[in-house]
């Protein structure tokens, strides 16, 4: 069946750093878009970042545009998500998105804290 199954949430301090990674089963991973979510508390789902089928392209938030690269190894069927400079603001579930023709699947979403 089909899986998204993020990890490398936590806690961290402003400043900080986490590496997010998410694990694709079940689909054609190397054929699909791959983005990142964050929902905060009582604020809607934004899109944070993007990566196309051959991550030759990227696309950002401007809220994190500069201190987050988004990559892909789709030998592994994973995409990450390097989140530097890591402020109160960015604390949020974090969610792996895949689309493509005909599909789309969400993770579960991993937990980022960030405070001292």
């Known amino acids: 069946q089909v899986q998204l199954v993020e990890s490398g949430g936590g806690l961290v301090k402003p400043g900080g750093s986490l590496r997010l990674s998410c694990a694709a089963s079940?689909?054609?991973?190397?054929?699909?878009?791959m983005r990142w979510y964050r929902q905060a508390p009582g604020k809607e789902r934004e899109l944070v970042a993007g990566?196309?089928?051959?991550?030759?392209?990227?696309s950002y938030a401007d809220s994190v545009r500069g201190r987050f690269t988004i990559s892909r190894d789709n030998a592994k069927n994973t995409v990450y998500l390097q989140m530097n400079s890591l402020k109160p603001e960015d604390m949020a579930v974090y969610y792996c998105?895949?689309?493509?023709?005909?599909?789309?699947?969400w993770g579960q979403g991993t937990q980022v804290t960030v405070s001292s």
């Open positions: 990566i196309t089928v051959t991550g030759d392209s990227t």
């Open positions: 998105y895949a689309f493509g023709f005909g599909y789309q699947y």
């Open positions: 079940g689909f054609t991973f190397s054929s699909s878009i």
